[in-house]
């Protein structure tokens, strides 16, 4: 049983891996495509995933993003703990722009045809929540769980796409305009 569901799972990261890779060229995932590039045949594709859009979003959520006890190491100063999360995350989405967009389109073409905007990731939100602990308590649960919420909105994909395009402003540029807005953020939640 186990070597099965070692196999099953070698499956789905190839084709996770191949979606992946036709994201990153800034191709169309098709199912077609995703077979041919991960030399696995179509009725097993179809399988794993029948429709090209949750698998582009699977393989999106299925990148390997570094854990926030790593990007806080040896950091306790909360201001400086909250910028290394945003700063992540921004840079993070620069990298992996094409995958990003292509997620982004997945989701809003499935939000139109079923009605409903389903959560994926959140993973900043609860980046934001380990950044801010040591000053949980001083916060209370409400002040606590907005400003985590709150700081969420200033980084990621969302935030990469204001400053390239609706802003158009260089990297350092968007750098800065995003550390005024987690500092104008901080400002007004922290304890002094």
Sequence with gaps: MATRTNQKNRTREALL????ALM??????TLAKVAEHAQISRATVYRYFS???VLALDATLDMEVRPTSD???GISDVRRRVHAVARY???FSRTHEAYFRQFLSESFKASLQDGTVKM???RRVAAFAEALTPVRSALGPSKF??????LSMTTGM???IILEDILRVDQPTGDRLQKGLVDALLDRYLPT
């Design 17 to 20: 891996s191949a979606a992946r």
């Design 24 to 29: 990153s060229e800034g191709t169309e995932v």
């Design 51 to 53: 429709d090209p859009g």
């Design 71 to 73: 990007l806080l190491e």
């Design 89 to 91: 995350y921004l840079e």
């Design 120 to 122: 994926r990731g959140a």
């Design 145 to 150: 769980e907005d400003l985590a919420n709150r």
């Design 158 to 160: 969302e935030q990469f």
